[in-house]
């Protein structure tokens, strides 16, 4: 096992196996019955920094999976698990009627729940350790609250949960909140992360257990949802609950194409976290089930930035392919099969938990394209003026990154350093995003990427360095990168 701290999941998870060959007890009570275990016998969840991991949950599975009840409930738990071994209250910022509902949802939390100001906080920080500050933004205040904690050396441990709006919620990511709840707020007080996870109401669970949704289609995103939602320690064991639910069933209904693809995915995620493949084949027999070679080379053809001219596949510096590295490195495809996505979020989930400490690195595609390059970030919806971008930076000698979703690139951002960022400002509320990449990015250069003269006004405005107009022209794009790279 690559990382002990995951020995009492495993531990639990066969037990319960056990116990359900043994007295045909149903698959939820089941469930119910695993988180309690892990809770009892290691505290797993209390030991081990999911903040991140969190943050990109929430923000993955909120929109299509759970109703804002639900994730509300979901972080809430985490936060529970998390402020365990933290001194101090938990600050709640917000309207009476959110602090009533957030102070339900805290009901098991063995700390005090202060409802407070701004100017609370500080006090509060001035006399002693707080354990978690939870800030419901929906004006500017709030956002400058925000942005103080940020950069306050005594919340540097500290999870920071913004409530917010669509309106508000990229900014509240860009100031480093660890996770966003989106409004409006359910009032679910019931349950814990697992059941809320995987409870009747979830679609997932629905397909899995019988109740099958009729766009097998829908149901193959929200099962590699589930799958590329996961993140980082927390996540993955969610991801261990998910992975075996009744695979059989999907096979009968939706054919064996579409179980193997779901069923590589999981075993992709498992195997990267888990670092130990044999470990995962004891776990379930079906979840390493291969997609057939005919699929493997339509996928193969399809990977353009890692095989060569002729189609052939690249070796890895480990004699290994790319494409099956695929289930690492989480490489993009187009194409109609669900699996790419949910390997890219396998990647991310990966990325988090190295950096957390568990496991050796392993070697993808970007990580192994020449560290000693200047590196670029594209954010560029408009795939023709994306590749234009990219062909000039890569002549250029940088190396790009291009993330198809906005929470993408600020999470890359976030992550790891680049020389230069490029971003699309052309939509409402556009504009923020710059000022996200600036707060995050430092001094790096973050040019704006807009399609008319307001929109270049505004990004100058929220922090942008200079201006890319669209449409774009290679030439002149590459003479101003040039000009730019030889200056002091």
């Known amino acids: 096992m690559s990382d002990p701290r995951w020995a009492p999941v495993l531990h639990a998870f066969e037990d319960l196996r056990e116990h359900q060959r043994t007295t045909g007890e149903d698959r939820s009570a089941g469930m119910e019955r695993l988180a309690a275990m892990i809770e009892e016998r290691a505290g797993l969840l209390g030991h081990l ?76 920080l001035d006399e002693g350790p707080v354990a978690a500050v939870i800030v419901e933004v929906a004006d500017s205040p709030a956002l400058d609250l925000l942005a103080r904690l940020r950069v306050d050396p005594r919340c540097e441990p500290m999870p920071i949960v913004a409530i917010a709006g669509s309106e508000h919620a990229g900014e509240c990511r860009a100031l480093g909140a660890a996770a966003v709840v989106r409004v409006p707020l359910g009032a679910n007080a019931v349950g814990g992360c697992m059941a809320t996870l995987l409870g009747q109401d979830n679609p997932v669970v629905r397909a899995f257990t019988g109740d099958v949704l009729p766009d097998h289609r829908a149901f193959a995103r929200s099962a590699t949802k589930v799958i590329s939602a996961a993140r980082g320690e927390n996540g993955t064991y969610c991801l261990l609950l998910a992975a075996p639910l009744n695979l059989e069933n999907a096979r009968k209904i939706h054919g064996p194409v579409f179980a193997r693809q779901v069923q590589e995915a999981s075993a992709a995620a498992l195997r990267d976290v888990l670092g130990d493949m044999a470990r995962v084949h004891a776990l379930d027999q079906d979840l390493l089930a291969w997609i057939s070679r005919a699929e493997r080379g339509a ?5 353009e930035r890692v095989t060569s001219g002729d189609g052939r596949p690249v070796p890895t510096p480990d004699g290994g392919t790319w494409f099956n590295r695929l289930c690492i ?35 993808t ?34 190396d790009v990154t291009r993330p198809e979703e906005i929470m993408d690139a600020l999470a890359r951002v976030r992550s790891q350093p680049f020389d230069l960022i490029l971003t699309a400002v052309d939509g409402p509320g556009a504009v923020k995003v710059v000022s996200g990449f600036r707060k995050l990015s430092g001094r790096t250069t973050v040019l704006a990427i807009t399609p008319d003269a307001g929109s270049a006004r505004a990004a100058l405005q929220h922090g942008a360095d200079d201006i890319v107009s669209k449409p774009v022209d290679g030439s002149i794009f590459a003479a101003r990168l040039r000009a730019r790279l030889r200056a002091p």
Do not use: N, W, Y
């Not at 099969?337 to 690195?361: D, E, K, S």
């Not at 970007?366 to 590749?387: H, I, N, T």
């Open 299 to 303: 996928l193969q053809a399809r990977l």
């Open 365 to 398: 595609p970007l990580e192994d394209r020449g560290r000693d390059k200047p590196s670029a970030l594209v954010f560029e919806p408009d795939a023709s003026v994306a590749e234009t971008l990219t062909r000039e930076l890569e002549r250029a000698g940088f």
């Open 49 to 124: 920094d999911v903040s991140e991991s969190a943050a990109q949950f929430l923000e993955a599975s909120a929109p299509d999976l759970l109703d804002a009840g639900e994730v509300l409930l979901h972080h809430l738990r985490e936060l529970v698990f998390k402020c365990r071994h933290r001194q101090g209250p938990v600050l709640v910022v917000a309207g009476s009627d959110t602090h009533q509902r957030v102070h339900r949802q805290l009901a098991g939390l063995e700390h005090r729940v202060l409802r407070t100001d701004a100017q609370g906080v500080q006090t509060q």
């Open 329 to 363: 490195a989480g490489v993009e495809v187009d194409g109609e099969v669900p699996l790419p996505r949910a390997i890219q979020g396998a990647r991310r989930m990966l990325g988090l938990a190295h950096r957390a400490g568990g496991g050796a690195p392993v070697i």
